[in-house]
């Protein structure tokens, strides 16, 4: 079946960079696009961005210009770079396809 891992959350000051992983089984992971979302403590889980089969990005204008996906089909693995983080980055951190979630990886900026 799909499986999703991610890896690579913890605890950053304002302005740190972290990089999250998601390694994806279970599926043909060249074809698939794979979606991060988050979900801050206490709020819904939001669109963070997308990652195509092609490699085509979107993200939100949140995090625009401070996150950026990537992908290596080699590794069945996706990476969500984060730089520049605050505060209201806080939260558990989800990669999704194929109607399967990850167990997520909760990201803290400290202020």
């Known amino acids: 079946q799909v499986q999703l891992v991610e890896s690579g959350g913890g605890l950053v000051q304002t302005g740190g960079s972290l990089r999250l992983s998601c390694v994806v089984s279970g599926v043909a992971f060249s074809n698939e696009t794979i979606n991060w979302y988050r979900q801050p403590p206490g709020k819904q889980r939001e669109l963070v961005g997308i990652?195509?089969?092609?490699?085509?990005?979107m993200s939100v204008d949140s995090v625009k210009g401070r996150f950026t996906i990537s992908r290596d089909n080699a590794k069945n693995t996706v990476y969500l770079q984060m730089n520049s983080l605050k505060p209201w980055d806080t939260a558990v951190y989800y990669c999704?396809?194929?109607?399967?979630w990850g167990q997520g990886t909760l990201v803290t900026v400290s202020s």
């Open positions: 999704y396809t194929h109607l399967t």
């Open positions: 990652i195509s089969a092609d490699g085509r990005t």
